[in-house]
């Protein structure tokens, strides 16, 4: 029914969203992480809309404009301007570096695939696949939050992550509109409050830099 | 008779490449120019350089040796050989099947071996500099490249250039993911073998973080001409590489007539000139990066290379 | 008389002649001839090979009536050792005519003389071993006598050193062969390869086999991370010695394991393949890197042996990989190329070391930095050396790159694999295999950049000379054989083609039918390469460049000094150095492979210190592993110290004590 070419371009997506996941590990500027992000979430845009073209599933329209409102407008406008607020524009991240930062995605999306094949052994194959690059995205998400020491950036992993859940269950076929929608709320709400914390954290310490908080942890004395 | 027609097509394809290499790269500039608001030279400006070189004296150090001499002839023939056996406006050629994609690209690092000698051979500390930075940028573009090459290679089921561009005319590619990460990879690879923005300046002589241009220092006149020569040469190379794998549109087939092969011509030079805006558009949006950015840059080539052929050698329909 | 028998004679001349070399060699002017002696039995030696292997003779069998009683010594000649044979004689050809000129430098040839026939013998005779015993023993044999010539130059502390790690290593590593073939004759005891061929192997049995072989083997070939020895062992021998320990040693070692792996056990399970080709790459990679760093010639080689090494373990382990799949054409093609890449290495290694023993008695220095514009003193030895430097640089037209370029294919072949651990491992051993290839390159456009070009750093470099004749003689064979086996790969692949057959039970296709001799390892589709005619071509061109230019361009040309931006000409020692060349690389891959660090003191404006710049790089591998095990002996031995000094009561008390243990357990075992 579905033509190759159709579900081709949903794959080519799909790795569209995993190769600007590796582009975001190799940036070390907060604007160009930024940048990024709103590259990630249009890439999810566009792949959430494909699969409601192929899929003829009209809500996911739905979810695609959430992420091109939200994820890739609103949020980086929004942290763009936190950035300049916070005076942290010129801050240069070197936590790890970035070649051992690739290797380490490397690995991941290998540990993704080795799973994913192995454990959905009898799934559909493009199914499959799909899910591969899903969990790759999320893995990548999180190690962007575990190498980066500005909160900001952290924020920005975190939201990658989440689309990389979001193109999951757009893969899967058979998530509601609800939960989708709630889960993107719940997003922006963390967004939210991680946004005020971020400047309470300012405020006490002069630096976002997560390591500044180490220091006032109260088992070490 | 057939075999007349082959070496003609042979011989066309080596002066093609020799007429259009400085023109490719007079193109680059005059758009990068235009970018900038600036008039430019001509585009056949760098035909000009060549022939002024040509008649000019070259002026050797005190202390070179025959490598500095014979160099620049080498580097030419190797890179010439390299262009000749590209698919440029059509698919099998006479020789195509005496060098598949991987000798391609060792010839060129044999050319890059002895102009890192070249470097090297008067002993001062330009040339030092040169050699050792371009051999540190092909340590990590190489393995990249090849990673490249393996992704397509797989696809296509074969490393041999003619057989993967017909491939890629076929029904049967289709739009992959591998491929894609394969050509972000090719294209990292080419602006750093083609020492272009942002790994290095092609526009600077007296700086320290230029890796082609300190090479070349010491040389004038006609091995001065020679060189950039094959600098023009590798450029039209990877852009005919990449155009014969990625988008193998308007090849001519082996054996068809005249007509076809005339379109093929046409069609090559319309892909050429595409890559010439992209190319300027890209450098003049770009800054250079620091010298030491550059290992980051190529393993992050590396690693979308790897990360294709991963894809492939995993199975499934990629 | 079979060719078994003929090879056991060339063992005998060449034990004949140690005999004699014991008696004659403190006479003056004996070296030559001896050399030129050892020259001949090696040159027969390797006449009977090649023409039973070309012949493609089946394995001939011959025993002697010696060693042990129940068991004699049983010798074998099969494609495999064929193959073998041909290349460690034709390496001993070599450097026996190398050393006919060289050896006139020595000061001590006595200490050389005897053990280098003794050395040659012990080579051959492992390769024709075909019982355990007479194995073990020939490998002790040849590891004694090559420790003899390592300890040549024995004034030397660092020599004295290299000798005692060598030594300490090499028994390590035939114990590992002893576990071997402990567990290859089984509780039975059957010794005789043909009786171990015979038994039926478990996996778990095979692989454990086969990693020790890894083990013992390795350590002879300079696997990571048993290859400290080699760097230390190889460079303290004469120079000809370092290119027979280098270039033709190791293979003895590689054919061990490929005795073993895939003739004795038979490969059928395919875990044991990651790891050979993990380490294999693993090894290439760090090899290479160290040879980067390095600025002794001689260790430098020795080091880029280790790469080489490395790179044909990672293509046996393909083939295991392959053969364990029962794909054999892949595992044909991954075998063949890991042979192609022995005989090229022995090769162009012999040539390099040659090459640095002419260069060490031009100079008189072994470190790159005091040499220098070799090129304009040594004429005629300096295009030779640039042809080894292109060949093992793996650069076309040349043999490093044909043997380069079979393993690239081979790599290509692994998809098809079914296992995904293997996938997954291919095509990052794809990239360890090229990362290693272009870090080589780098490697010896910095050794033949520092040494041979440039200004001469050193004021011993200012009077060197081109090395006798002999000695250019030999470097000239070698490199004369490095653009034919470059320019006709298909000879070399038919050649081995009885060998794959032998191992893995299927040749790849005759190459000889091919057109203008291109060479085609699957199918004609798929991939082919034609060095003939791109060496043509590029001939071509470049004459056709050259013609072009003198037609039409300017003939003038004014020598000036170099450029120095506006400077008046600077001292040579401005010239880039061997470790600024590696420094963007040290940054880089140094980083993580030793540890590397610099640090720079730039004193203030106005201050008289002399600034200066400290860089530190760890040898990882020893700190992690020998350093800790000398620090666990060191600290038994210093508890065990207090044993010397007990009263005689005690010890009694010790040798009572043991007794009784020991009969304790004899109870408690029966």
């Given amino acids: ?221 | 008779m057939v075999l007349t027609t082959q070496l003609m097509f042979q011989a066309f394809q080596m002066l093609l490449v020799l007429a259009l290499a400085p023109l490719l790269t007079g193109v680059v500039r005059k758009v990068k120019a235009r970018l900038t608001r600036r008039r430019g030279a001509s585009i056949f400006q760098p035909y000009r350089d060549l022939f002024r070189l040509m008649r000019k004296e070259a002026v050797i150090a005190d202390n070179a040796s025959w490598i500095f001499r014979s160099a620049p002839y080498l580097i030419f023939a190797a890179t010439w050989v390299a262009a000749a056996l590209t698919p440029t406006f059509r698919t099998g050629l006479m020789f195509s099947w005496s060098a598949d994609l991987i000798v391609i690209v060792a010839l060129l690092g044999s050319a890059r071996f002895f102009l890192a000698l070249a470097g090297m051979d008067v002993g001062t500390a330009f040339g030092g500099i040169g050699s050792s930075r371009e051999m540190m940028i092909a340590a990590f573009a190489e393995p990249a490249m090849l990673l490249a090459v393996f992704t397509v290679a797989l696809v296509a089921g074969s490393t041999e250039l003619s057989s993967i561009a017909a491939f890629m005319t076929s029904d049967a590619v289709g739009l992959r993911v591998s491929l894609a990460l394969a050509l972000f990879a090719l294209i990292m690879v080419a602006i750093a073998e083609n020492a272009r923005i942002p790994v290095d300046n092609p526009a600077t002589h007296l700086e320290l973080t230029m890796v082609h241009e300190a090479m070349v220092l010491e040389y004038s006149g006609r091995h001065l001409a020679m060189i950039e020569f094959a600098s023009f040469l590798k450029l039209l190379l990877y852009a005919s590489m990449i155009g014969a794998v990625f988008a193998p549109w308007g090849l001519a087939e082996d054996g068809a007539g005249v007509a076809r092969n005339a379109l093929g011509v046409m069609v090559y030079l319309g892909k050429l000139l595409g890559a010439a805006i992209l190319l300027a558009l890209f450098e003049t949006a770009t800054a250079k990066m620091r010298v030491f950015r550059v290992p980051d840059f190529l393993g992050a080539a590396l690693m979308l290379g790897f990360l294709g052929a991963l894809l492939l050698f995993a199975g499934g329909r990629f | 008389m079979n060719e078994a028998a003929l090879q056991l004679m060339c063992v005998a001349a060449f034990l004949a002649l140690a005999a004699a070399s014991l008696a004659a060699g403190r006479r003056p002017h004996a070296s030559a001839p001896l050399y030129l002696a050892n020259a001949a039995i090696a040159a027969t030696a390797f006449a009977v090979s090649v023409a039973a292997l070309i012949g493609g003779r089946g394995p001939v069998l011959f025993d002697l009536p010696i060693g042990i009683p129940w068991i004699g010594a049983h010798f074998r000649a099969d494609a495999l050792s064929y193959f073998f044979l041909a290349v460690i004689n034709f390496g001993a050809v070599a450097a026996s005519l190398f050393a006919v000129g060289y050896g006139r430098q020595e000061r001590e040839p006595h200490r050389i003389l005897p053990f280098y026939p003794a050395f040659l013998a012990a080579m051959n005779l492992v390769l024709l071993a075909d019982d355990a015993f007479t194995f073990l023993l020939s490998w002790e044999f040849m590891s004694l006598a090559s420790f003899a010539l390592v300890l040549a130059h024995h004034h030397d502390p660092e020599n004295r050193r290299a000798a005692y790690v060598y030594l300490t290593m090499a028994s390590f590593g035939t114990l590992a062969l002893l576990f071997v073939f402990g567990l290859l004759a089984g509780p039975g005891g059957g010794y005789l390869f043909a009786d171990i061929r015979s038994r039926e192997f478990e996996a778990g049995l095979g692989g454990a086999v086969i990693l020790l072989a890894l083990l013992g083997a390795g350590s002879k070939a300079g696997l990571a991370p048993v290859h400290v020895w080699l760097p230390l062992a190889h460079p303290a021998a004469p120079s000809h010695v370092s290119a027979l320990m280098s270039g033709v040693m190791t293979k003895v070692a590689v054919y061990a394991f490929i005795r073993i792996a895939f003739d004795l056990v038979g490969v059928s399970d395919w875990s044991i393949a990651a790891p050979v080709m993990l380490i294999g790459g693993a090894t290439a990679v760090l090899g290479i890197l160290h040879a980067l760093m390095e600025r002794d010639i001689k260790r430098l080689l020795a080091y880029s042996t280790i790469e080489n090494i490395g790179v044909i373990f990672a293509m046996l382990g393909f083939a295991m990989a392959f053969q364990a799949n029962g794909m054999a054409t892949p595992a044909a093609l991954a075998f063949v190329a890991a042979l192609f890449h022995v005989a090229n290495h022995s090769i162009f290694k012999g040539l390099l070391f040659f090459s640095a023993g002419s260069m060490l008695n031009a100079t008189g220095v072994r470190d790159i930095e005091q040499m220098g514009g070799l090129i304009h003193r040594m004429r005629k030895l300096a295009p030779l050396f640039l042809i080894g430097c292109v060949a093992i640089s793996a650069l076309p037209p040349l043999n490093g790159f044909a043997s380069e370029w079979l393993a690239f294919q081979a790599v290509l072949q692994s998809p098809e694999l079914p296992q995904l651990g293997l996938k997954i491992l291919a095509p990052m051993i794809g990239a360890l295999l090229a990362l290693a290839a272009a870090l080589a390159a780098a490697c010896f456009v910095r050794l033949y950049g520092v040494a041979f070009l440039g200004r001469p750093r050193g004021a011993s470099a200012v009077e060197a000379r081109d090395p006798d004749g002999w000695s250019l003689g030999a470097i000239a064979m070698m490199a004369a054989l490095c653009v034919l086996f470059g320019l006709f790969p298909g000879v070399v692949v038919d050649a081995v083609a009885p060998v794959a057959t032998l191992a893995l039970g299927a040749p790849l296709a005759p190459q000889s039918g091919n057109q203008w001799l291109s060479i085609i390892p699957i199918d004609a589709a798929q991939s082919s390469y034609n060095p003939l005619l791109l060496f043509a071509f590029i001939a071509f061109s470049a004459i056709l460049a050259a013609f072009v230019s003198r037609l039409s361009a300017s003939h003038a040309y004014r020598r000036s000094p170099a450029w120095g931006c506006g400077f008046e000409p600077t001292g040579p020692q401005t010239q880039y150095s061997g470790a600024s060349f590696s420094q963007p690389i040290r940054n880089t891959l140094g980083r993580i492979a030793f540890d590397a660090a610099e640090s720079v003191d730039m004193p203030s404006p106005g201050d008289q210190r002399p600034a200066t710049m400290k860089v530190r790089v760890r040898d990882l591998v020893w700190d992690a592993i020998y350093g800790r095990i000398a620090t666990v002996i060191n600290a038994i031995s210093e508890k065990l110290n207090g044993l010397q000094f007990l009263t005689i009561r005690r010890y009694l008390s010790l040798v009572f004590a043991t007794l009784v243990l020991l009969l304790l357990g004899l109870a408690a075992w029966s």
């Fill in chain 1, 1 to 221: 029914m579905q033509s190759t070419l159709a579900l081709d371009i949903a794959h080519l997506l799909a790795g569209g969203l995993v190769l600007v996941s590796f582009m975001m590990l190799y940036q070390d500027r907060l604007f160009a992480l930024l940048n990024m992000f709103a590259l990630h979430a249009l890439v999810l845009a566009a792949s959430v809309a494909w699969q409601a073209y192929i899929q003829g599933a009209e809500h996911l329209y739905v979810t695609a404009a959430i992420a091109l409102l939200f994820k890739a407008i609103i949020i980086p406008v929004a942290l763009h301007r936190m950035i300049v607020r916070l005076g942290v524009h010129r801050d240069i991240e070197t936590a790890i570096g970035v070649g051992q930062t690739m290797v380490a995605g490397m690995g991941l999306v290998a540990l993704s695939m080795a799973l994913m094949f192995n454990v959905t052994s009898e799934a559909d194959p493009l199914v499959r696949e799909d899910l591969a690059f899903s969990l790759s995205v999320v893995l990548l998400g999180l190690l962007v939050m575990v190498t980066r020491r500005n909160a900001v950036s952290q924020i920005v992993g975190f939201m990658s992550l989440e689309n990389g859940l979001v193109l999951a269950a757009t893969g899967a076929k058979g998530m509601p509109l609800v939960v989708e929608i709630s889960v993107a709320f719940s997003v922006l709400v963390a967004f939210i409050v991680i946004g005020a914390f971020l400047f309470r954290i300012r405020e006490r310490f002069d630096s976002v830099d997560v390591g500044a908080l180490d220091e006032f942890r109260g088992d070490r004395r």
